[in-house]
């Protein structure tokens, strides 16, 4: 069917909550950049719920990445944060169509949420990682553990200075931002419902 119809929609339903699942477990039998996703307005139609602009697009980002609200009701502040985002979408997009997909962390089994695009010559991946719910006293360092790369390749983290072996990042894992508790204010990367986050690396 994908021969005639290269583009499936997944689900009317457009919360990035509800799609982490829809798209998770739609990965199984489609490839990602067949599916239909759309960063859509807030409160959302279905579940009427509010999340962040940055969580609705870091969710569609893994699928066709397109937009389902009215711009005419979008602030100034926000069309130039989609603009950003439409950029990046461009920089990455020949990976996400043509890289290898990998679940990280189902949705089905908590809280997060965790999957990554390798290249084929695995020389880059770009990953994402979801928490929709935050958690009250957070581990002092969580990481994430990648796959599908070169172990012995060094992997630079973009918008960094941090460099990463593939066998580390496997097994140990990528840092995560320290997540919000009372005591680490000052270092906290995230805290509060919908975090998300993309993250890319390439190879030195």
Request: aromatic share 14%; proline share 7%; glycine share 8%.
């Amino acid at each position: 069917m994908l021969y005639y119809a290269p583009q499936a929609w997944t689900s009317d339903n457009t919360d990035p909550v509800e799609r982490l699942k829809i798209q998770y477990g739609s990965s199984f039998m489609y490839p990602i950049y067949s599916m239909g996703a759309h960063i859509s307005a807030i409160p959302n139609q279905q579940p009427w719920r509010v999340t962040p602009l940055s969580m609705r697009a870091n969710v569609a980002f893994f699928g066709t990445f397109g937009y389902e609200l009215d711009p005419n009701k979008v602030s100034d502040q926000d069309k130039e944060i989609l603009k950003k985002y439409a950029a990046l979408y461009k920089q990455h997009r020949n990976l996400i169509r043509d890289g290898d997909f990998y679940r990280l962390k189902s949705p089905f089994d908590g809280p997060e949420t965790a999957w990554a695009v390798v290249a084929k010559d695995r020389s880059e991946v770009l990953v994402g990682y979801y928490k929709v719910l935050a958690t009250p006293n957070p581990p002092k360092m969580e990481t994430l553990r990648l796959a599908g790369l070169e172990c012995d390749a060094l992997y630079a983290l973009a918008g960094t200075d941090q460099t990463f072996y593939g066998d580390e990042l496997m097994a140990i894992g990528l840092p995560l931002p320290y997540e919000f508790n009372c005591g680490n204010e000052k270092v906290a990367g995230r805290g509060g419902d919908c975090q998300s986050f993309i993250f890319s690396l390439k190879k030195k």
